[in-house]
């Protein structure tokens, strides 16, 4: 490893600790080099994101587009100038990642500038195939695992995190980025439109709908656990625990009884270490 790829390596640990702090705790229980890759991925994730949420559509547009095209080099010529996309072009060539998963990502990236609401769940799910799926998918190959079958495991987590955090994060979603991540035809169904979240309203219908949203996101989770041991050994209890970190913001939401308006969900450093202790 060159002296370049090693402080690009630190520039994206930097990255992951300031603003994945449960991603962070999680990373310390893998081997060091699983570590490293993770804070390449982290950021490879991080940097679109952030293009995405906090530039106007405009700017974000050709942002977004110009470091699609450089990954494109940078994973096509094995190196890059800019640390992230030199990094990531070291994690998909060391662990033989599919190029496929980067290309379903970015794309979701792009999905993101546009669409605002999803129809469906269906709908919905195509998204997050590309916005979380993939990136479970690209975490097992740096752990390793000895079956495919751990792959849909994989995704199943992600898109249980990416539930999560969407209930989490339903009124800033709302208010910064005029996204509605919530499913048309289950607010339909439950007597709700969009404009009730505007109201930051909690009432009867409200709460069934987050237990429906809440249920779904623990049926993933519990559907993910049945992949860890497929999984290589190295990685099974970084994994594990990111299932009991992650869950745990849902159960801070029925805490906070279902008010994600005026509360947010989340677990102190000293809560993520009595999980870690007592639920794993």
Not at 6 to 12: A, R
Not at 140 to 167: E, R
Not at 206 to 225: E, G, H, T, V
Request: aromatic residues 16%.
């Amino acid at each position: 490893m060159d002296s370049k790829l090693k402080l690009d390596l630190e520039y994206c640990r930097k990255i992951e600790k300031k603003y994945g702090t449960s991603y962070y705790f999680v990373t310390k229980f893998f081997s060091q080099k699983q570590k490293l890759a993770t804070y390449a991925l982290y950021a490879f994730f991080r940097i679109p994101d952030e293009i995405v949420d906090s530039s106007e559509t405009k700017d974000a547009n050709k942002s977004l587009r110009q470091w699609i095209a450089n990954w494109q080099m940078a994973f096509k010529y094995k190196t890059h100038d800019d640390p992230v996309l030199n990094a990531a072009s070291w994690v998909f060539q060391e662990y033989q990642i599919p190029y496929e998963y980067s290309e379903a990502f970015l794309n979701a990236m792009l999905m993101d500038l546009t669409k605002k609401e999803y129809k469906n769940y269906e709908e919905l799910e195509k998204y997050m195939y590309g916005s979380s799926g993939v990136v479970g998918i690209m975490m097992s190959y740096i752990i390793g695992f000895s079956d495919a079958k751990a792959l849909d495991y994989a995704k199943d987590l992600g898109y249980a995190m990416q539930v999560t955090n969407f209930l989490r994060d339903i009124k800033e979603d709302l208010l910064l980025r005029d996204r509605v991540y919530m499913p048309k035809d289950e607010l339909d169904s439950f007597g709700l439109a969009v404009d009730d979240f505007k109201k930051w309203k909690i009432n009867d219908l409200y709460i069934d709908f987050m237990k429906f949203q809440i249920d779904r996101a623990r049926n993933l989770y519990n559907s993910s656990k049945q992949g860890v041991e497929l999984l290589d050994k190295s990685g099974r209890l970084a994994v594990s625990t990111a299932i009991v970190l992650y869950s745990a913001i849902l159960t801070q939401i029925e805490k906070n009884k279902y008010d994600v308006f005026t509360k947010r969900a989340r677990t102190s450093f000293l809560r993520k270490i009595m999980l870690f202790i007592f639920k794993r």
